[in-house]
Every structure is written in C-alpha cells, then in structure tokens.
C-alpha cells in the first residue's frame, strides 16, 4: 500500500530555495512557487506556511556533489539546511538526494519551452522549483526501483 502524505523536495541556494510537491500515489512532482532565502527569521516564517499547506510526511533535500559524486562547499549547506528542517518538521522523514544535473536539466528544459513558445521570460524564475521537481521525480524513481 502506498505511503500517505504529500512529499516536499528541496534545491536549496543561498538566494532562492526551489520547492516541487509530490505525492506517492500519482508519483510525479509539480514545481511550487520558490523561497527567496533572505534571512533565516523570513526562511522559518516561509516553511512554516509551506509545512502548515502541504503537511508533508517525508522531505527530500537535493544534494550537490561534483560530477564525480564528492561532496561541494553547497553540499555542506545543504546538509546543514536539511539538519535545520529536521527541527522545524519533526514529523517529517527529511532525506538527502543527489542532485546533480537537476538545475542544469531543469535550464536545458526551461530553454526547450521557451524556444517552442511554451514559456516566457518571467517563468525563469521557476526554474529552482523546476529542479526541486527534477530531484523528486528521480528520489521516486530511485525508490520505486528498489
């Protein structure tokens, strides 16, 4: 049986923080609108109002390692940043996802559409909640296979 409960992924940056939502029975994630990460009193308020509206059961925060998997001075923050939402959502299961390529799949999408005329301009500032999505849908995928 499926697990209840929405799931919430994470690219976490140090200006903006890309959200995507999914849930375990339609296994595919839908971007949400992105955090600006201005301060961390602002951060806290933001996420509260997110973990109020979604209640998700399991959090997935993307990890970006190098192209050969070693960690990067991002992973350590992304790291911390997940340690940070441990505490704010305790009933949450929160995970780490390798995250690499996701932001630059997300681009390489955001350009596709663009070029076709399916998307604009002011949709750019999606794209780290294009990745979050990115890093869902492969968490599902990784974990539907196994």
Request: proline share 5%; aromatic share 6%.
């Amino acid at each position: 049986m499926p697990e209840a409960g929405n799931w919430l992924a994470i690219d976490y940056g140090d200006q903006t923080i890309g959200l995507a939502v999914g849930h375990p029975l339609t296994g595919s994630a839908r971007p949400l609108s992105p955090l600006r990460n201005q301060s961390r009193e602002q951060l806290k308020d933001s996420f509260e109002t997110v973990l109020k509206d979604w209640r998700p059961t399991r959090i997935i925060v993307g990890l970006p390692l190098n192209g050969l998997g070693e960690e990067t001075p991002m992973s350590a923050k992304a790291r911390k940043f997940a340690g940070w939402l441990t505490e704010m959502a305790p009933a949450a299961e929160v995970c780490l996802h390798d995250e690499r390529l996701s932001s630059e799949a997300a681009a390489s999408d955001f350009a596709l559409r663009r070029g076709q005329g399916r998307a604009r301009r002011r949709d750019a500032a999606r794209l780290d909640s294009m990745a979050a999505a990115l890093i869902l849908d492969s968490w599902m995928a990784e974990h539907r296979a196994s």
